[in-house]
């Protein structure tokens, strides 16, 4: 009964956990299309907020320059009648005529000017032009009680006001500049202004643009307003409204709205909405992308996590703060003592210092903090691989990188078989040269011995017993005869054997030296060594054998001093040269020493046998001649080449060679100089030939 439970139990999450899954992979889309939305909606509000003020600034900066040009012809005509009633007041006896003149300057060019009248005690006196005004001629302004407050003011304040909108006694509206001049008659100048030439002379129309503009007046403070110009539905449609005040009562309100109203919509919808679709369309295509990457993602780190945990060598990772970040199970199974120490986070210095104070490291033994000073800068700055001896015995080979973000890479591998092998081989040639030398001295003890016996037997006319037989032997003809013949063979026979007694030690030699070199035992006696003085004796010392094989044999040098050990530098360099004369059978062997920035460089060249090219790099290792018939020909150990690169090691030199096989080889010795800034000019002698 308790099954079919179970299988329901795991049926039912696993069924949530699909459905859960699947509605998580759309979570990112969903998202998506809902930044995307309030993304154009934020552009679309963006959109119309900008043209709307572009909109209102366009509009109000009509609206304001119609203002000034408004307060600018006003001042204009406040003017011309401060300085008409100026002169009226200077000349108050004048005629009609003169009125007339002078209200006919100021009229002039002025086309919003409908007329200009002179008033004494509230009567009209004078009225310019006189024929379509003639019936404001006479007006008492007592009897217009529309005017008469705004004419006591002027009067009582002899300030230049404008009024208005006025309704003309001649027909029409418009708007009154007064002046009161200084006089118990109370002259008042008024220059009357037709509204619609005014307005149209501040550049007011009908529509302007795609917009409408109206206008209208506040008169005498009251709360009411009348529209003067334009349409009423302009102070509906929220318009742009700037005041011109005219004295403190009067106020003209120009407005302007546009015509289909203000924009409540982004002229740019459509643009916006393709752009959106767009982005939208990059947008889910970009988390379909990401999607699969991140899934390809999770998969490889699957992957790699497990071949990691695979590998047979050891993992880890250390994050930029030298934290570790990941390690597989190989890794603590190297590292048994201090396997629990390797938790996500843990400091690899507390690593160390841990398994130090648990014996992890056999090394550190007696020196721990010098050792862990060691270990942290080599982890810090990872060069070449290190080898680390374990507590049971084992090696590992430890290879540590950094990654371009800075995390450390490490590597363990096991080297146990290895690190045997190479002791065994180390504990084999150790044998091997230990073998060497003793069998060598084991030689030359009795070969010394032989060749003194040798010397005896060359040389046995000196012998006391020789002696002794030549005078028993007397001047018999027969028997001296036989015995200068027997003693010529002897001779002959013991300079042969001397030979290869000889060539018998060198060999001998060569092998002690090699193993002296190999084991590295040799102790150089370091001192100044004026280098082209020992050329230049080497060279006297090989003229003859080289005159003897008919070669042509040469020595040029410069002054050159540098640091080593005589007796090695003389060896490696009669080594080369008999080398040259001996592989030579006709043509010439040249010595030249030069310098070469801080270097003193020899070259050995000679026209002998050459080396083949697949045979030139092997020339410097030991036992190395260029094929067997050489070595059969010209005998030798193939040591001497080994011997000279390894002398040169040890002097900071080194050794190259070119060759052209059948036409000879030139060695090129390299040694720095002890003193490159002197030894400019040749010594005397030099250069010169030991030839």
Same mark, same amino acid.
């Given at each position: 009964?308790?099954? %079919? ?27 998506? !299309? ?35 040009? #408004? ?20 000349? +108050? ?12 300057? &100021?009229? +002039? ?56 909108? &006025? ?8 708007? =009154? ?19 619609? %030439? ?88 970009? &988390? ?63 690593? !160390? ?37 374990? %507590? ?38 150790? #044998? ?6 003793? !069998? ?67 060999? =001998? ?7 002296? =070199? ?124 080994? =011997? ?10 080194? !050794? ?19 003193? %490159? ?15």
């Amino acid at each position: 009964m308790q099954r %079919p439970g179970i299988a329901v139990e795991r049926d039912g999450p696993a069924g949530h956990t699909g459905l859960r899954g699947r509605l998580r992979s759309w979570v990112p889309y969903v998202l998506v !299309i809902l930044l995307a939305l309030l993304t154009g909606s934020a552009l679309e509000r963006f959109s119309k907020n900008t043209a709307l003020k572009r909109q209102q600034e366009a509009n109000s900066d009509y609206v304001e320059d119609t203002i000034a040009r #408004a307060q600018l012809r006003l001042s204009h005509y406040v003017d011309l009648t401060d300085s008409l009633l100026a002169y009226l007041s200077l000349n +108050r006896a004048s005629e009609a005529a003169d009125f007339d003149a002078m209200a006919g300057v &100021v009229t +002039r060019g002025n086309s919003s000017i409908i007329n200009v009248a002179l008033a004494r005690d509230y009567v009209v006196t004078h009225v310019y032009p006189l024929e379509p005004n003639l019936s404001a001629l006479g007006l008492d302004y007592r009897t217009r009680p529309d005017q008469i407050a705004s004419i006591e003011k002027v009067l009582a304040d002899r300030e230049t006001t404008v009024v208005g909108p &006025v309704r003309l006694v001649q027909g029409g509206t418009g708007l =009154i500049v007064r002046a009161a001049g200084a006089g118990s008659d109370r002259m008042l100048l008024s220059v009357v202004l037709g509204l619609d %030439p005014f307005l149209a002379e501040i550049g007011l129309g009908g529509t302007w643009g795609q917009s409408d503009v109206a206008v209208r007046a506040t008169i005498n403070g009251t709360d009411e307003s009348v529209t003067i110009f334009g349409s009423d539905q302009v102070w509906q449609a929220s318009p742009i409204v700037r005041s011109l005040r005219l004295n403190e009562t009067d106020v003209l309100d120009i407005g302007i709205a546009p015509v289909g109203g203000w924009i409540s919509r982004s002229p740019f919808l459509w643009q916006i909405g393709a752009l959106v679709f767009g982005l939208l369309t990059i947008a889910l295509y970009g &988390v379909q992308f990401a999607t699969r990457l991140i899934r390809d993602r999770s998969e490889a780190r699957r992957q790699l996590v497990v071949a990691i945990n695979s590998s047979q060598d050891a993992f880890v990772i250390y994050d930029r703060e030298d934290r570790l970040t990941l390690c597989n199970e190989k890794y603590k199974l190297f590292y048994p003592e201090s396997a629990d120490l390797f938790v996500p986070g843990a400091r690899f210095e507390d690593i !160390i210092r841990k398994g130090v104070a648990r014996g992890q490291y056999p090394a550190a033994a007696g020196r721990e903090e010098e050792w862990i000073r060691e270990r942290l800068a080599a982890h810090a700055n990872p060069a070449e691989p290190i080898e680390q001896e374990m %507590p049971d015995g084992r090696w590992l080979r430890v290879t540590e990188s950094k990654t371009p973000d800075g995390y450390t890479v490490g590597f363990r591998v096991d080297i146990t078989e290895l690190k045997t092998a190479i002791l065994r081989a180390e504990a084999a040639s150790r #044998a091997r040269t230990d073998f060497l030398n003793n !069998i060598s001295h084991e030689f030359r003890t009795p070969l010394t011995i032989v060749l003194g016996y040798i010397a005896f037997l060359k040389n046995v006319r000196v012998l006391p017993r020789f002696r002794d037989l030549s005078d028993a032997v007397g001047e018999a003809q027969p028997a001296r005869e036989k015995l200068d013949a027997f003693t010529e063979d002897i001779i002959t026979q013991a300079g042969k054997t001397d030979r290869s007694g000889r060539q018998l030690m060198a060999l =001998i030699n060569s092998v002690l030296d090699w193993s002296t =070199i190999s084991g590295g035992h040799v102790e150089l006696v370091l001192s100044d060594i004026d280098l082209d003085a020992l050329l230049r004796g080497l060279c006297e010392e090989f003229h003859d054998a080289a005159r003897t094989k008919g070669l042509a044999f040469g020595y040029e040098g410069t002054p050159c001093h540098v640091e080593g050990d005589e007796v090695r530098l003389r060896q490696v360099f009669m080594n080369l040269i008999s080398n040259a004369i001996k592989f030579t059978d006709k043509g010439y062997v040249n010595v030249t020493l030069e310098r070469s920035d801080r270097d003193a460089v020899v070259h050995v060249e000679d026209t002998g046998v050459g080396i083949p090219p697949d045979q030139r790099e092997t020339v410097f290792e030991r036992f190395a001649q260029v094929d067997m018939s050489s070595k059969r020909k010209y005998g030798g150990a193939g040591l001497g080449l080994a =011997i000279c690169k390894g002398l040169l090691d040890l002097h900071r030199g080194n !050794i190259s060679l070119q060759s052209t096989f059948g036409a000879g080889s030139r060695f090129t010795v390299r040694l720095p100089m002890t003193r %490159p800034g002197k030894d400019a000019s040749p010594g005397p002698g030099s250069p010169g030939s030991a030839a």
